[in-house]
């Protein structure tokens, strides 16, 4: 099967799975909508609770002081009714006010002439305040006015009662402020789980016991739930949110209409089903168009990769105009020329290797050709005993740059593998720089080379291995020997802050090319000697012959890269500075030792080591 019924059949492949999770999604989208919704329907009921029995409070609390003071007047009405009077003159929403005796017999009411209330009322007030032990609120069901009249009792001492006739329009204004959708309703019930207010009903309704709903099922025990259900009332189906008013024992129930409440949900949900199913048109389509524009790509793709798995590694991708099969060619094309720049210096670590080889072979060939010459020369015997004395020393020279190139290689074997290691103590780095110019001074004096070291007294100590730290200064020494005219000059020198110990080897010899600056610290890299302005000319201040004489200088180009290894090992660093024909200057940086930051230890790192590594 090709790329594009591949494409297609996964196209299809995922698309049915991709419907059947997008309707589960829908599914749990729908449910999640719905409890957000119902939640917003309950805490409107608790807001309007809240109103509801701080409204009660606020009509409750004049009565209670009225019920204090008519006990004391005992049974004297008129010394209380001004004080009717004045409290009903201040409630704008109070029709009347009176004060009933134990014997359920009214004392005195403001105004006067007004209504009295039906003997089954009084009753059912005075046993509901005395089943509750308190204050009650109940509704006037022998009232005809267009608004629901509200009783509000509050007990006196002696087991009177003072009453309270509220409007009931004061409900309506005290709800005004809950926004209610079409068709939604707010409803007060009583303890007994009759209707008291409802915001939208018919008279006959009023009174109606709803205990037996769905609704107060709902409710149960809790202090507020949330049920749909279809109204008794009117027959509309609703999503009631219902709310105990607190300590009125009442029940405070707001209704929207399930049809507006989901409306706006079911349209999202909806327009989220259509989108779906027109992306997933969309997304057909597009798998058509992408399987043919894929197809013409790839083939040139697959040309270059079998050509350059064929060995052309010059094989390279015609770029796309873009997207991912432009940017596979652009990877691919990134592939093959790192695959042919590894080639390249695989070619290069092999002529490297090489030139190694010969290298070594060179530096182990000429000084045993010189000690096998000389020794011959000295088993024929007939020198004076100066001739002899100088054949000898030559030859121990020749041995110590045997042993050095061989420890050198031993270095390099041990760094590769990871086993070099120093033990960076406190060591006074003046001490080293001297002993290394000790040490150093016959090989300078030998040919007339000036040897100097610059130490200051206050010099902080070194954190280094003393050992190593001195194999690397006479390192850079030797080689500053090595490339340095006769009768020229080697300075090193030493200054130190709070961080660091710097310390400085500088010669006067031919100095670096700038090409090769970057890559003396390379192992195996051996630099030319520099060139005039003309590219084949020393520069004006070298010798002929002192050009000629680094032109064969010896080594095998591991000395900077040993000593730059063990330099980093001690938290160290080398850095040169170098011009041809101005000479060069390597500096050593070494963090300065700090007492109480660092581990305890020996004062330096021993006497015992290999001479200094040479270039």
């Given at each position: 099967m090709g790329i594009r019924g591949r494409l297609t059949a996964l196209s299809v492949g995922v698309a049915v799975p991709l419907v059947l999770v997008g309707l589960a999604a829908l599914g749990g989208l729908w449910r999640e909508s719905r409890e957000q919704l119902d939640l917003s329907v309950e805490k409107q009921a608790q807001l309007a609770a809240v109103a509801f029995?701080?409204?009660?409070?606020?009509?409750?609390?004049?009565?209670?002081?009225?019920?204090?003071?008519?006990?004391?007047?005992?049974?004297?009405?008129?010394?209380?009714?001004?004080?009717?009077?004045?409290?009903?003159?201040?409630?704008?929403?109070?029709?009347?006010?009176?004060?009933?005796?134990?014997?359920?017999?009214?004392?005195?009411?403001?105004?006067?002439?007004?209504?009295?209330?039906?003997p089954e009322l009084v009753t059912e007030l005075f046993e509901?305040?005395?089943?509750?032990?308190?204050?009650?609120?109940?509704?006037?069901?022998?009232?005809?006015?267009?608004?629901?009249?509200?009783?509000?009792?509050?007990?006196?001492?002696?087991?009177?009662?003072?009453?309270?006739?509220?409007?009931?329009?004061?409900?309506?204004?005290?709800?005004?402020?809950?926004?209610?959708?079409?068709?939604?309703?707010?409803?007060?019930?009583?303890a007994r789980d009759r209707l008291l207010y409802r915001s939208a009903t018919a008279a006959p309704n009023v009174g109606v016991d709803v205990s037996f709903t769905p609704l107060f099922a709902a409710l149960d025990e809790r202090r507020t739930a949330v049920v749909e259900s279809v109204s008794p009332y009117d027959g509309v189906e609703r999503v009631y949110g219902l709310a105990h008013a607190g300590v009125t024992d009442m029940v405070v129930m707001v209704g929207t209409p399930s049809a507006v409440l989901h409306a706006p949900a079911r349209r999202q949900l909806t327009r989220y089903a259509a989108l779906s199913a027109v992306a997933l048109l969309a997304a057909l389509v597009a798998t058509a168009l992408i399987a043919r524009g894929i197809v013409r790509p790839v083939r040139r793709l697959d040309d270059a990769a079998r050509a350059f798995g064929a060995g052309d590694l010059t094989a390279r991708a015609t770029p796309a105009s873009g997207g991912e099969i432009g940017r596979l060619a652009e990877t691919f094309n990134v592939m093959a020329a790192q695959s042919e720049e590894r080639e390249s210096r695989l070619a290069e670590l092999d002529r490297l290797k090489s030139e190694f080889v010969s290298s070594v072979s060179h530096e182990l060939r000429t000084p045993l050709t010189t000690i096998k010459t000389l020794t011959r020369v000295l088993q024929r015997g007939g020198q004076t005993e100066g001739?002899?004395?100088?054949?000898?020393?030559?030859?121990?020279?020749?041995?110590?740059?045997?042993?050095?190139?061989?420890?050198?290689?031993?270095?390099?074997?041990?760094?590769?593998?990871?086993?070099?290691?120093?033990?960076?103590?406190?060591?006074?780095?003046?001490?080293?720089?001297?002993?290394?110019?000790?040490?150093?001074?016959?090989?300078?004096?030998?040919?007339?080379?000036?040897?100097?070291?610059?130490?200051?007294?206050?010099?902080?100590?070194?954190?280094?291995?003393?050992?190593?730290?001195?194999?690397?200064?006479?390192?850079?020494?030797?080689?500053?020997?090595?490339?340095?005219?006769?009768?020229?000059?080697?300075?090193?020198?030493?200054?130190?802050?709070?961080?660091?110990?710097?310390?400085?080897?500088?010669?006067?010899?031919?100095?670096?090319a700038p090409e090769d600056v970057p890559h003396v610290f390379e192992k195996f890299y051996r630099g030319r000697a520099p060139e005039g302005a003309n590219g084949d000319d020393p520069p004006p201040d070298v010798s002929e012959e002192f050009a000629e004489e680094f032109a064969e200088a010896p080594g095998v180009g591991l000395g900077l890269y040993i000593a730059q290894t063990i330099t980093r090992q001690m938290g160290g660093s080398i850095t040169v500075e170098s011009a041809p024909g101005r000479g060069s200057t390597f500096t050593v940086r070494l963090p300065a030792w700090r007492d109480g930051l660092e581990g305890a230890g020996a004062h330096d790192g021993g006497e015992d080591g290999r001479t200094a590594a040479r270039g």
């Open positions: 029995e701080r409204w009660v409070d606020g009509q409750r609390q004049p009565l209670t002081t009225l019920a204090a003071y008519a006990a004391s007047r005992g049974e004297r009405p008129s010394e209380v009714r001004e004080d009717l009077a004045r409290v009903v003159g201040t409630r704008p929403d109070w029709i009347d006010l009176r004060v009933l005796n134990a014997s359920q017999k009214t004392l005195t009411v403001h105004p006067e002439g007004a209504d009295p209330l039906a509901e305040i005395g089943r509750r032990g308190s204050w009650t609120v109940a509704r006037d069901w022998s009232s005809e006015a267009e608004h629901p009249v509200l009783l509000i009792g509050v007990p006196a001492e002696g087991g009177g009662t003072v009453v309270a006739r509220v409007d009931g329009a004061a409900l309506r204004e005290l709800f005004k402020d809950i926004q209610l959708s079409s068709g939604g309703v707010i409803a007060v019930f009583d001739e002899r004395r100088e054949y000898l020393e030559t030859i121990s020279v020749e041995c110590d740059r045997q042993i050095d190139l061989v420890l050198n290689l031993l270095d390099l074997s041990r760094i590769e593998a990871g086993k070099s290691t120093t033990s960076p103590k406190r060591v006074d780095a003046g001490e080293v720089v001297s002993a290394c110019v000790a040490m150093e001074r016959h090989a300078a004096e030998s040919r007339g080379q000036g040897l100097l070291a610059v130490v200051p007294e206050d010099l902080p100590p070194a954190r280094a291995d003393r050992t190593a730290l001195r194999r690397v200064l006479c390192g850079l020494v030797e080689n500053a020997i090595k490339y340095t005219p006769d009768g020229g000059s080697i300075t090193l020198r030493a200054e130190g802050s709070d961080d660091e110990v710097l310390i400085h080897v500088a010669d006067t010899g031919r100095g670096i």
